[in-house]
């Protein structure tokens, strides 16, 4: 402390600059130092809302079992897929009241726009069938729904009229809607198991095209095989596009395999954006991550798909 040439007032030395370097310093090794730990605590509270959000839609499955007596089809004589059915018991009355079951060919017939191109959605009507995002179906490590901008709405693969709707003509084509359809579609990150439609009726899964399946139909066991799973999407023009499900859609096929996390171009098949594990709820409700993606061999994946190949496992590591 020195001296003040005024009297009464006393004067303080400031930081020199080397010390406000110094600090400013210390201040960038501690944020290093707290950035990853504050991003593995951010991961955790999305894995563990993405899992729950899991949860919810095995509890409409059996709950939509327990009025009915079996699960709802994996894809209808329109297209249309198991979540439709479950929008009651996911608190979305208004949607499904809303939605038009009965479409002609295929459900986006009624339930979207025509594709034209635009990006606008011509009005009226105030909202479309299929229009409206739900919370329950969003993952928060995937980008946010406006973000995506094809969307897919069907997977036709296998024998028409036995895998998925005669009127379609062609197989072995995911089908997405173009604008402005693709953009008031509702997203969803997670999607219905379909299973393998070529090793038999044993590898196809808890949702197949107007199956009616009961849970003790499921013969390798409820607690062995997948029920929905993670569809966080991704890229297939190198970035230009990016595409995920529709909660309109039918489930998906498995024969694509299993993507590893993160990854940015697999549009095709379930995949998630955790780290190292793509969560699913399983046919009896319970949500188990499935943990290291890339060594999962197909013969396991196929396993866990199919509700009666008489192979019963479970794979968690």
């Known amino acids: 402390?020195?001296?003040?040439?005024?009297?009464?007032?006393?004067?303080?030395r400031g930081f020199t600059l080397i010390e406000l370097l110094v600090v400013i310093a210390i201040i960038a090794i501690l944020i290093g130092l707290l950035l990853p730990a504050v991003q593995k605590v951010r991961e955790a509270a999305a894995r563990s809302s993405?899992?729950?959000?899991?949860?919810?839609?095995?509890?409409?499955?059996?709950?939509?079992?327990?009025?009915?007596?079996?699960?709802?089809?994996?894809?209808?004589?329109?297209?249309g897929g198991p979540i439709i059915y479950l929008l009651p018991y996911l608190e979305q009355q208004n949607l499904f009241t809303g939605f038009n079951l009965s479409s002609t060919p295929f459900w986006w017939s009624q339930n979207r726009p025509p594709s034209t191109g635009s990006t606008s959605p011509p009005r009226p009507p105030a909202r479309y069938g299929a229009e409206g995002e739900i919370k329950t179906l969003q993952c928060p490590s995937n980008p946010p729904p406006a973000s995506y901008?094809?969307?897919?709405?069907?997977?036709?693969?296998?024998?028409?009229?036995?895998?998925y709707p005669t009127a379609q003509g062609t197989s072995n084509t995911h089908v997405y809607s173009g604008n402005p359809g693709s953009v008031i579609l509702g997203r969803s990150n997670y999607v219905g198991v379909a299973g393998d439609w070529r090793y038999g009726a044993g590898?196809?899964?808890?949702?197949?095209?107007?199956?009616?399946?009961?849970?003790?139909?499921?013969?390798?066991?409820?607690?062995?095989?997948?029920?929905?799973?993670e569809w966080s999407g991704g890229s297939f023009d190198g970035g230009k596009t990016i595409s995920t499900w529709t909660w309109g859609g039918g489930a998906a096929f498995t024969a694509f395999g299993l993507c590893n996390t993160g990854s940015k171009s697999c549009w095709y098949t379930f995949n998630s954006n955790h780290t190292n594990v793509v969560n699913f709820v399983y046919s009896d409700g319970s949500v188990r991550p499935l943990k290291n993606p890339a060594g999962l061999d197909f013969p396991t994946w196929a396993a866990i798909c199919g509700k009666s190949d008489g192979v019963v496992l479970s794979y968690d590591n």
């Open 50 to 79: 993405c899992q729950n959000n899991l949860k919810q839609l095995g509890l409409a499955a059996h709950n939509y079992a327990s009025a009915n007596n079996y699960l709802p089809p994996g894809m209808d004589a329109g297209g």
């Open 203 to 229: 590898y196809k899964g808890v949702f197949t095209f107007q199956s009616k399946l009961s849970l003790v139909g499921i013969t390798d066991g409820t607690s062995n095989t997948v029920m929905f799973g």
């Open 1 to 12: 402390m020195s001296r003040s040439p005024f009297p009464g007032r006393i004067s303080r």
């Open 149 to 163: 901008n094809w969307v897919f709405m069907d997977s036709f693969y296998g024998t028409p009229g036995t895998d």
